[in-house]
Structure formats: structure tokens, C-alpha cells
């Protein structure tokens, strides 16, 4: 699939959406990817999964992880497109860390997940639990990473959609300064005004 197809895909399914959002990084923007509506339906998700999937190197991955919530569909689809292990990390008093019976092998190689990439908060932090583990991340892979590629987490970035989405600093926000409030996509309905790309 090229760019435009993946495009199409996250409009159809009203995953692209347009307003004034507070991103989990904190930062505002005026545009955000609800990757779960995408996600939700399997045939997609496998499809999505699929071509991300393909530009990984195979041989290398012992299991795939993601943070909850946004990175545990992708993670167990990337896994079954994979042939390996699918798990997540879930934060427990604030801290991100493994649950559920959950284990990374003492020298495992990890794919770590995630459906967006913004600053990249949550996958760092998904790279120390791998790490306090003593598994060993061999790369990130994301459906969309927001940054465009200028997001630097310190092992090989894998993404399906790269895109250019400007964020702001809550006090930079232009649209904080218009008096418009800010909707935290996820956490309770979208108001008015909100609207699919």
C-alpha cells in the first residue's frame, strides 16, 4: 500500500479526526489519530499489521510489546503476523511495567509497539521495563509516527504512516489562546465541532 491508500483507510474509518486535542504527551494539536477505530476491525487491522509487519527483519524477534492501551491490539497483531509472542506493559501506580503473568526471557530480542508515536513517552518507557527485564529491543515499529521521523528513541524506527501533525506546549497553543478547550480523545465523547479528516 502506498501512503495515500493508508490515508484513505484511516479516513474511512474515522480515525483521522480535526479540533483541539490534549495528546497523552501533554502537548495540544489540532489534528489526532484514534488508531482503535482503525483497529477495530480485524480484516484492517491484519492488512495494516501486515504491511508493517513486512518491513521488519523476521529472524530477529522473540516477542512483541506494547503499552497499554493504545499498543496491546497492535501488539498482538504484529505478533500473530510475526509468529512470536504478543504481550503488553500497563502502568500500575503510575509506573509502567509488566502484569498478567507477563515474561521477557533474560536476552530476548524485542520488537516494542505502539499505535501512535508523538514524543515517544510511552515506548520509552516500555524500553526500560524490556531492559530491566533484560530483554533486548532491536526496534520500535508504530502504524503512525507523528513526529515524521524526527523522533529519536535510540533503535530503528519501523512506521507505516509517517506524517507531519503539529503539536504545541499548552501555554503555546494558539487555540487555547482563541479560548477554544482542548478534548482528550478517548476519555469521554467528542464534543461538537470535532470532526474526521
Not at 21 to 46: I, K, M, N, W
Request: aromatic share 4%.
Amino acid at each position: 500500500m502506498n501512503k495515500e491508500e493508508i490515508i484513505k483507510i484511516f479516513k474511512d474509518s474515522g480515525a483521522m479526526l480535526e479540533g483541539h486535542f490534549l495528546l497523552t504527551s501533554g502537548r495540544h494539536s489540532d489534528r489526532y489519530l484514534q488508531c482503535a477505530l482503525v483497529l477495530q476491525d480485524p480484516v484492517t487491522a491484519e492488512k495494516l499489521a501486515g504491511e508493517l509487519a513486512a518491513k521488519i527483519p523476521k529472524d530477529k524477534i522473540d516477542l512483541v510489546i506494547g503499552p497499554a492501551l493504545g499498543g496491546v491490539t497492535l501488539a498482538y497483531e504484529m505478533a500473530r503476523q510475526l509468529k512470536t509472542l504478543g504481550l503488553f506493559a500497563e502502568r500500575e501506580n503510575g509506573v509502567m511495567t509488566l502484569r498478567r503473568g507477563f515474561v521477557i526471557p533474560p536476552g530476548a530480542r524485542v520488537l516494542v509497539v505502539e499505535d501512535v508515536i508523538t514524543t515517544g513517552g510511552s515506548v520509552l518507557e516500555v524500553i526500560e521495563v524490556v531492559k530491566e527485564k533484560g530483554g533486548q529491543v532491536i526496534g520500535i515499529a508504530s502504524l503512525v509516527d507523528r513526529s515524521n521521523g524526527k523522533a529519536d528513541l535510540g533503535y530503528p524506527l519501523y512506521s507505516l504512516l509517517p506524517l507531519e501533525v503539529v503539536s504545541y506546549q499548552p501555554e503555546e497553543c494558539p487555540l487555547c489562546k482563541k479560548g477554544l478547550a482542548p478534548v482528550k480523545p478517548g476519555s469521554r465523547k467528542l464534543t461538537p465541532g470535532v470532526q474526521g479528516l
